[in-house]
């Protein structure tokens, strides 16, 4: 019988991903989102998560109230050998935040370390497409740098 061998890299794995390095921990993530100069709410947003691997893997999506706050959401956090750079003892699970809202230029957070019991918070400022302008190409991207 031959053994079964998984790539934990390829994004279609996510879920054996977690699955193979074993975790009760979660962590959670807080997004509010408002605009970039009134510092307005805003409503209805989309706030998406996503594994950071090869490529985006939604984990889950949620929308803003009237405060702009996305409810808090609560991810699985575990210890990968694999990154040389992480310790057993500073457990962290990559992420990215996708964050939507008609005529507001699309948002995108690149690399959020998600930390056991820890609740890490996000402002995200939206910026109104002109309009006049065509649908945009563009999105405003932020890398986390490694701890």
Same mark, same amino acid.
């Given at each position: 019988?031959?053994?079964?061998? %998984?790539?934990?890299? +390829?994004?279609? +794995?996510?879920? !054996? ?11 959670? =993530?807080? #997004?509010? #989102? ?5 510092? /307005? ?6 706030? *998406? =998560?996503?594994?950071?691997? @090869? ?13 702009? @706050? ?16 992480? @310790? ?20 995108? =957070?690149?690399? =959020?370390?998600? %930390?056991?019991? /820890?609740?890490? !918070? %996000? ?14 190409? +563009?999105?405003?991207?932020? *890398?986390?740098?490694?701890?």
């Amino acid at each position: 019988m031959n053994a079964k061998h %998984f790539n934990v890299h +390829k994004p279609y +794995k996510v879920h !054996n991903l977690l699955n193979l390095m074993p975790t009760t921990e979660t962590g959670s =993530i807080k #997004v509010k #989102v408002i605009t970039e100069f009134e510092n /307005i709410p805003l409503e209805n947003s989309t706030v *998406t =998560i996503y594994a950071s691997l @090869d490529e985006l893997i939604p984990i889950e999506t949620v929308t803003t109230d009237v405060n702009g @706050d996305a409810p808090i959401i609560e991810i699985p956090v575990a210890y990968n050998p694999n990154i040389t750079e992480m @310790d057993p003892e500073y457990p962290y699970t990559d992420y990215n935040i996708r964050v939507m809202h008609e005529n507001y230029y699309p948002v995108l =957070i690149y690399d =959020i370390q998600v %930390f056991p019991n /820890i609740t890490t !918070n %996000f402002i995200v400022h939206m910026n109104r497409i002109p309009a006049n302008a065509p649908y945009p190409r +563009k999105e405003r991207t932020t *890398t986390i740098p490694r701890i």
